[in-house]
């Protein structure tokens, strides 16, 4: 879309806003009917792949019935999410502040507005990342609409973004969309995209291009340990950092992939040194001496 | 010993204090010079004749609340009161108690067993368990003395262990001989205190103050007159105020529980009110009859003045006079006739009551474990404060955060009280325990029904929901995904202390640490080499902005690449080849298991465990991560980050073998468990006496 439709269109809302509404001129009423058959149409396409994921979290002897949200990436049940959504905590905290990703269980996937819900199991995290993902334990015949990670697409500075969310169970599940424009792509420390502020809590949530392409997921970013040491303790790490980030289309497709290998090899990663290896002591140091 | 609420009134109770402690405070010490004077030999006789026979009691506590049990221990005094091993101490040193254990005079701690408790009095009777004591041991005994020939003035002696110390004696005089706690200054209500929740205690007794100083755990101790006798039982104290129950009373309480194991009483259904205020010039003042209640049912009404009970004049002026009264009343056999003489009005009535059994006020408790709900009996007393229209049912008093009933739609919740399960009627706490061991005591967790339909009452209103009863399969939690991983560690080099290491001034990340038994430990890479490059990319913080630059390019790898590093050693570039391995396991990622026996729980070791610690591959456990205070486990003393070696001298290698150990303890549940641990790389015994969930805990 052109900046000059652009500023159409905010000019015909303003007008909407403080004045009786004239006829909208014909390229605004052409814009406004772009948008809203976009929205119909991610919806449409992309909506069903959306789903509510329900679990009981235990954290100490408390334990609390969670909601959240994700999406299907394939039609055999592994649903997509944000790690820190899942109870995990970001990679800083792990080794820092002995933080512990607290374990979900009771875990049910509600595709719809279905309210039953298909049993889940949490197959793996990625701190790093911030993903999570979830199989259904049996999906049985069905053959839900999915996101296909794999066939994603960059976004570029100003770029449209969508995201079709859901709301609560007392909202009938119904389907939102939000919309913003990419405000920056950044390279360090990671490639991310940093959407507008209509996506800020949109974690765990597939982000999509004007023409429905999948450009990435919105995630946490925080600053990693090493870089939360160098900085006393990270305060002004963490303050340089946002809301929700999006992760490019890429790096999920790279980290689902691996994700499916671990769910379906069942193992856990290896705490052994590949084999024909031989592990050794360090060298000495050369300087300065240890002590 | 948790301190109990023993009064509605904190302001009326503010010198009141319970005696039994759990807690050791800070004692003053107080050391003796030479010189000093010999006992007086009254005080040193008595002493001699009751101390051999004082006991520090220690109780092994559980209770529910929020739908859990609660583990907890205390400690409190007693009296052994006969040669075959009865000990007479207070009923909230033994309140909640599944075990009980008695430290004698020469030191011997043996376990005793609970005879009866009488909350109504505040007393209760253990009995040693004498197949303990040692051969050739002789039971010290004390005797009791004659409580009503006490006169103000008359010197006491105080015997106990406050604090939990060791026995002590203190001594002082009887400040009054009829002491009752009224609702207020001035008041002639008297006032109604909780030994527990739901049970009053104290309505029976006149007791003896004293200034003989007692502190927290001289509860249950004996108040001794200067010819060695028991003359009180010392039940409560503060602010330099002693109080005693009576040792008629206690002898009394005492001798019916040995011979029946309760005391039983009667009651009439009706509470009085000293006339001081009322302008009667006899009397009794009837305050309140019990709704259907013996009393209610032959016409006693609010209002009326009892002038004589069985044609005897009777009047009752002030507070102090209205625990004779009562112990008039709930001595008499469970049936007898009482005739009251009545005025009302004016008028004169005659009116008889047959007495009834006094009933409990609180009822028997139960856990539902694994659905998280705690229940309670409904007595008389409850039913009628909850205005209940019957005693049939079951009260829910919690339900676990996360459980079950609490996740079903509607939810359980406290009051309410439940009714059928699965369509099986529900009449008593007994039959809730029974209705729960029957669906949950099977061979195989399948068995158990997917869904438990529940009816309850609520407010009057009917409700049923179905809860999921089965419990969670234990999952061990996902791995992380499998990153690269060079394993060392590093400190980002910026410019200025790049100037100030080499000529060259070049940043980088400079090697702190390799970390042994690992591939890169195999590798050239050492301690001081200076990081510039991996693979074709520069490695150059520029800031701490930078400080994650290495290992977030290095996890840009797949585990087991081969990377070319390149290093400044002492001021000259080297080139290292180096294979990349998985990382390893934090302790964030580590298996866990928890245990709900012996509430705590534990992980495996990690890598990096064994690298801080400096354990070799022999060293092998499960390190704590969590212990809750008040179980079995954390009443042993086991600790967050002790490892567990062995259990029971079964060696315990990792989670499995620790599951599968917890699992045979649950099945054989021995009454002792020894901990094995590694505290601070020292090895440490820790000794679990676990109470294996007692079905139905009756109060």
């Known amino acids: 879309m052109s900046p000059a439709i652009l500023v159409l269109a905010a000019a015909g809302s303003l007008v909407s806003a403080f004045s009786p509404a004239p006829s909208p001129a014909p390229a605004v009423r052409a814009v406004a009917d772009a948008t809203a058959d976009a929205y119909k149409s991610l919806a449409a396409d992309r909506g069903p792949a959306i789903v509510t994921i329900k679990y009981v979290l235990k954290d100490g002897e408390e334990e609390s019935e969670e909601e959240v949200q994700g999406f299907l990436v394939d039609q055999g049940g592994l649903v997509l999410t944000s790690n820190v959504l899942m109870g995990g905590v970001p990679e800083a905290f792990k080794q820092m502040m002995g933080g512990r990703n607290r374990s979900p269980k009771e875990i049910k996937v509600l595709i719809g507005d279905d309210n039953e819900g298909l049993a889940g199991t949490l197959v793996a995290r990625d701190s790093e990342l911030d993903l999570a993902w979830v199989q259904i334990t049996k999906i049985g015949d069905a053959k839900p609409t999915f996101v296909n990670v794999d066939s994603g697409k960059s976004a570029t500075l100003g770029d449209q973004l969508f995201t079709v969310e859901r709301l609560g169970k007392f909202n009938d599940r119904a389907q939102v969309i939000n919309e913003s424009r990419v405000r920056a792509v950044v390279s360090k420390p990671r490639t991310l995209v940093l959407p507008g502020r209509a996506h800020e809590s949109s974690f765990g949530m597939p982000v999509f291009g004007a023409d429905g392409s999948f450009v990435g997921v919105s995630v946490l970013q925080l600053p990693s340990r090493e870089e939360m040491e160098a900085d006393q303790g990270g305060m002004s790490a963490m303050r340089a950092y946002r809301g929700a980030w999006i992760l490019p289309a890429a790096d999920v497709a790279k980290a689902t992939a691996l994700a499916r290998e671990q769910a379906k090899s069942g193992k856990p990663v290896d705490e052994e040194p590949a084999a024909g290896e031989k592990p050794a002591e360090p060298a000495e140091p050369e300087a300065p001496a240890a002590k | ?699």
């Open chain 2, 1 to 699: 010993m948790e301190t109990r609420p023993l009064a509605r009134s904190s302001l009326r109770l503010a010198a009141v204090l319970v005696l039994a402690s759990g807690s050791l405070l800070s004692v003053p010490s107080c050391v003796s010079s030479g010189g000093t004077p010999a006992a007086d030999p009254q005080v040193a006789s008595a002493r001699d004749r009751v101390f051999p026979a004082l006991v520090n009691i220690r109780v092994v506590t559980v209770s529910y609340f929020g739908g859990q049990e609660t583990k907890g221990g205390g400690t409190g005094s007693g009296t052994i009161i006969s040669p075959d091993g009865y000990v007479l101490t207070n009923a909230h040193v033994t309140g909640d108690g599944v075990k009980y254990f008695c430290i004698l005079a020469d030191k011997q701690e043996i376990s005793a067993t609970m005879v009866g408790e009488d909350p109504l009095t505040d007393l209760a009777v253990l009995k040693l368990n004498l197949s303990e004591l040692k051969p050739g041991t002789t039971l010290a005994v004390a005797g009791f003395g004659d409580s009503d020939t006490l006169a103000i003035g008359d010197p006491v002696l105080a015997m106990g262990s406050p604090f939990s110390l060791s026995r002590s004696v203190t001594l002082g005089i009887v400040s009054n001989t009829s002491r009752v706690f009224t609702s207020g200054f001035g008041s002639e209500e008297l006032d109604e205190m909780e030994l527990d929740y739901g049970q009053s205690t104290g309505s029976l007794t006149n007791w003896i103050q004293h200034d003989a100083l007692i502190n927290p755990g001289n509860s249950g101790g004996p108040l001794v007159n200067l010819r060695g006798e028991i003359i009180g039982i010392n039940t409560r104290g503060g602010s330099g105020m002693g109080f005693a129950s009576p040792s008629n009373l206690a002898r009394s309480v005492a001798d019916q529980i040995i011979a029946k194991g309760e005391v039983v009483r009667s009651t009439v259904g009706m509470a009085f009110k000293a006339i001081s205020k009322t302008g009667l010039t006899r009397g009794v003042l009837v305050n309140t009859v019990n709704k259907d209640g013996p009393a209610a049912r032959v016409g006693i009404e609010p209002g009326d003045v009892i002038v004589a009970i069985d044609g005897s004049p009777l009047t009752v002026r002030f507070a102090e006079e209205i625990p004779p009264l009562l112990r008039l009343i709930t001595s008499k056999p469970v049936g007898t006739d009482v005739r009251f003489t009545i005025d009302r009005k004016g008028s004169t009535l005659e009116l008889t009551v047959k007495t009834e059994k006094l009933l409990r006020e609180k009822g028997d408790e139960t856990l539902l474990r694994t659905w998280g709900i705690s229940a309670m009996e409904i007595t008389e007393a409850i039913a009628r404060s909850r205005r209940l229209p019957s005693r049939e049912g079951a009260l829910v008093t919690g339900v676990r955060s996360g459980s079950p009933p609490d996740l079903s739609e509607p939810k359980l919740q406290y009051g309410d009280i439940i009714r059928s399960i699965d369509g099986r009627p529900v009449r008593s706490v007994k039959e809730l325990s029974d209705v729960y061991q029957s669906i949950m005591k099977v061979e195989k967790p399948e068995d158990i029904p997917e869904f438990v339909l529940i009816e309850v009452d609520r407010n009057g209103k009917n409700q049923v929901t179905v809860i999921k009863p089965r419990p969670p399969k234990k999952e061990d939690q996902p791995q992380e995904l499998p990153k690269a991983w060079l394993a060392v560690e590093t400190q980002p080099v910026f410019r200025d202390l790049a100037r100030k290491l080499s000529a060259e001034a070049t940043p980088g990340f400079r090697v702190t640490r390799v970390y042994p038994n690992t591939l890169a430990a195999g590798s050239d890479l050492r301690p001081g080499d200076l990081i510039v490059a991996v693979g074709d990319e520069k490695m150059s913080p520029r800031g701490m902005q930078d400080a994650g630059q290495l290992q977030r390019k290095i996890r840009s790898f797949r585990p087991d690449d081969k990377v070319a590093i390149r290093v400044i050693r002492g001021g000259t570039p080297v080139n290292v080849d180096v294979t990349l391995e998985r990382t390893r396991i934090t302790a964030s990622e580590a298996r866990t298991d928890e245990n709900k026996d012996f509430d705590f729980s534990v992980r495996e070791i990690t890598f990096f465990d064994r690298d801080e610690q400096r354990w070799d591959d022999s060293i092998q456990g499960v390190i704590v991560t969590n212990v809750e205070r008040v179980g079995w486990a954390g009443l042993a003393g086991l600790s967050f980050g002790d490892l567990v070696q062995r259990i029971n001298d079964r060696e315990i290698r990792g989670i499995d073998d620790f599951r599968t150990v917890m699992a045979d303890l649950a099945k054989t549940q021995p009454t002792r468990v020894i901990f094995a641990v590694l505290r601070d790389n020292r090895s440490t015994f820790l000794f679990a006496e676990p109470d294996w969930k007692p079905a139905i805990k009756q109060d």
